[in-house]
């Protein structure tokens, strides 16, 4: 068991070598001597929550859930009783769909404060204003910002800090804050600092990797001699021996052997080390942290409960994750950006009929049950489609044999007065074509 504790701890200071751990390294070479380690250590490892993407699940992860949230437009709508009405052209909507700033599309300013949430849980921008009309929204990195509570009301105040150092300060009403879950209401808690020790052992797997890969994907020998060697010889020896072999491009290269040395081989496979199924835990702890699907980063390996269909899939992937990412959204919005007196009547919202676009068929089996029972007019439904409308398109269809509950005829559809008037001319038409039949047959008669 020993050896074997101390094969771990080698191959776990070979690949701990790197530029940014070695103290790391140190650790695990003190305790290959005995020394006493702290377990505490294990989560001071040296990395932030931007080199954590150097790790591909949490890069696939962000680029995941920041992507699919950019992507949506979003809508801005007034109230009106039991009615809603879009509000094209509000200041709102165009920000967050246009241009937010002078250097940025829509797409990548949502994208970068929603990658910021996801890493560092929290995101800011600050708002300019012309007039008392916000004109633009100024992304700022987390890393430049400060934040405290007022001690007369407890409201956030924000210190931002410009790339040349100076700061300025900020009352909650003059940013967009994005938070993730927060426990003191104020700022949101980072999911790398949270399951930073989870993530530290991504980043060592990692290292092991490319370290094993790079020496040839060979465990390590040892070579026997029954000769006593100097230092000098020694060194001499190791260094001849990683000149030959060392790097994946010298791998199985032939070996001669003199001087009566022979080689032992000291270390185990990955497959003995299951070191491949360490990693596909990882990822799978790492979709974990962050709410995403294995399988909607490349973890095929197991299956998913939320059905084989591509649609129920997305359907799962909005309801049960991304949703929690627009209503942060939403409510950001409704908190910062739009006027607090029309909070009651104008509202955002993302619109999702993106993400659930069924195959082709499925979604003309679904246009022509809507448009049979009067849902949705022909032109309605080609609108979903991109197609152009056509004349006579706007009228909805109803089954002749559908009545209301207690009435012997149909129930009626109350018209709009075009289509009433349109009817009327067809009407008009048809009997005027009738009755110039019927002369021109009692003309025939009479001859």
């Not at 390294?25 to 003190?30: E, F, T």
């Not at 709102?92 to 937010?100: A, D, H, I, S």
């Not at 020998?221 to 000098?232: H, I």
């Not at 398109?393 to 005829?409: I, R």
Request: charged content about 25%; glycine content about 6%; some cysteine.
């Amino acid at each position: 068991m020993g050896n074997f504790l101390t094969h771990r701890v080698r191959l776990a200071w070979r690949a701990l070598t790197g530029p940014w751990n070695q103290e790391t390294a140190g650790w695990a070479s003190a305790w290959m001597r005995g020394e006493a380690v702290p377990n505490r250590r294990a989560l001071e490892l040296p990395y932030s929550s931007a080199s954590s993407m150097q790790v591909s699940a949490i890069s696939a992860c962000v680029r995941l859930i920041s992507g699919n949230v950019a992507k949506l437009p979003i809508h801005v709508y007034r109230l009106t009783g039991d009615s809603r009405r879009r509000e094209r052209g509000h200041n709102v909507e165009t920000l967050l769909n246009g241009r937010p700033n002078s250097w940025q599309s829509a797409h990548e300013f949502r994208r970068q404060m929603t990658a910021q949430v996801a890493l560092y849980g929290n995101a800011v921008a600050l708002k300019q204003y012309v007039g008392s009309r916000i004109d633009a929204l100024i992304p700022w990195s987390w890393d430049r910002v400060s934040v405290r509570q007022a001690e007369a009301d407890q409201s956030p105040v924000y210190e931002l800090r410009d790339p040349s150092g100076v700061s300025r300060t900020y009352p909650a009403s003059s940013v967009l804050h994005l938070r993730d879950l927060t426990l003191d209401g104020v700022v949101g808690m980072s999911r790398i600092e949270q399951a930073r020790q989870g993530i530290a052992l991504a980043m060592s797997a990692e290292t092991y990797a490319t370290s094993f890969f790079m020496n040839g994907a060979e465990p390590g020998v040892a070579l026997e001699t029954e000769r006593t060697l100097t230092d000098a010889q020694r060194n001499s020896l190791i260094e001849s021996w990683k000149q030959a072999h060392q790097g994946a491009g010298r791998a199985h290269t032939p070996t001669v052997l003199e001087g009566g040395l022979k080689i032992k081989p000291t270390g185990a496979t990955n497959k003995d080390s299951q070191f491949l199924e360490l990693r596909s835990f990882q990822v799978e702890d790492i979709a974990r942290i962050f709410g995403v699907p294995p399988h909607l980063i490349g973890l095929t390996e197991k299956q998913t409960s939320w059905g084989s269909g591509v649609e129920q899939m997305a359907i799962g992937f909005l309801q049960f994750h991304l949703l929690d990412w627009i209503v942060m959204w939403e409510s950001a919005i409704a908190r910062d950006l739009l006027d607090p007196a029309t909070e009651s009547e104008v509202f955002a919202e993302h619109l999702v009929d993106g993400l659930l676009r069924a195959d082709f068929k499925t979604r003309m089996d679904a246009y022509a049950l809507a448009i049979q029972n009067g849902i949705l007019s022909r032109n309605e439904a080609r609108q979903k489609e991109n197609l152009r409308p056509y004349q006579g398109g706007d009228e909805y269809l109803y089954p002749s044999n559908m009545t209301v509950s207690g009435a012997d005829e149909p129930a009626e559809v109350e018209e709009e007065p075009e289509s009433r008037t349109r009817r009327a001319r067809i009407a008009l038409r048809k009997s005027t074509r009738a009755a110039l039949r019927m002369v021109s047959e009692r003309s025939a008669t009479h001859e």
